[in-house]
């Protein structure tokens, strides 16, 4: 890819693992609100969509509001000490921005846990921009998050390369003209990515590496 110019990251299952931080702040509110608790399984499949639609699923309707509010507090003591960059992360942003890269994050998870997150993990000054679904009419798999990035970076969708971890992440790459690469270390099967058929899969975040 001799014009790349920009590269826009997702961020859970793609450069963070933050699974045990939301698995435990989901059997918290599940609990003190009367709910079962669920396996870890099906909750990190259900990740990836924000919070509200990872919790819908398992309440009543007229219970979201309080069970989101108990799930957003103890999720931000969580984020803090369950969360964790994949391996050599830092070691792969590095090596791209002394390449000239423009890096960009682009999530649906709620904008205010993502500064937590990635302030914790001290990786927000890799980033010229950072975007959330929830400034904006439209969440991934819709592509307005990669258009709006690529707009303010001035990068056409031939010179963006998308790395996410879910099939989300494959659709919105594809609807936003945009070569995209999917780890496998998200929510999503190997499987479930292969029949999205973005530009690469790869196994993990530094096979980027090779493929740049």
Not at 43 to 72: H, M, N, Q
């Amino acid at each position: 890819m001799h014009n790349l110019k920009l590269i826009i990251f997702d961020l859970d299952g793609t450069l963070v693992n933050a699974y045990p931080a939301i698995v435990s702040s989901f059997n918290y509110a599940m609990q003190k609100t009367g709910y079962p608790k669920q396996a870890p399984g099906i909750i990190c499949r259900a990740v990836g969509w924000g919070d509200e639609r990872l919790l819908t699923p398992f309440i009543k309707k007229a219970d979201l509001k309080k069970v989101l509010s108990i799930y957003r507090r103890h999720h931000r003591k969580s984020l803090l000490c369950q969360s964790r960059l994949f391996p050599s992360v830092k070691k792969l942003l590095t090596y791209l921005e002394n390449r000239g890269y423009q890096l960009a994050l682009a999530s649906n998870r709620p904008t205010r846990f993502l500064w937590i997150l990635i302030r914790h993990l001290k990786i927000a000054p890799y980033f010229n921009t950072i975007l959330c679904a929830d400034k904006l009419a439209h969440g991934k798999p819709h592509p307005e998050i990669l258009q709006k990035i690529m707009r303010k970076e001035r990068s056409k969708p031939s010179e963006t390369l998308y790395v996410g971890d879910m099939t989300i992440d494959a659709q919105a790459g594809r609807r936003a003209a945009i070569k995209t690469v999917i780890v496998t270390t998200g929510s999503s099967s190997r499987q479930e990515i292969r029949r999205e058929e973005p530009w690469r899969i790869a196994h993990k975040i530094t096979d980027l590496f090779k493929i740049l």
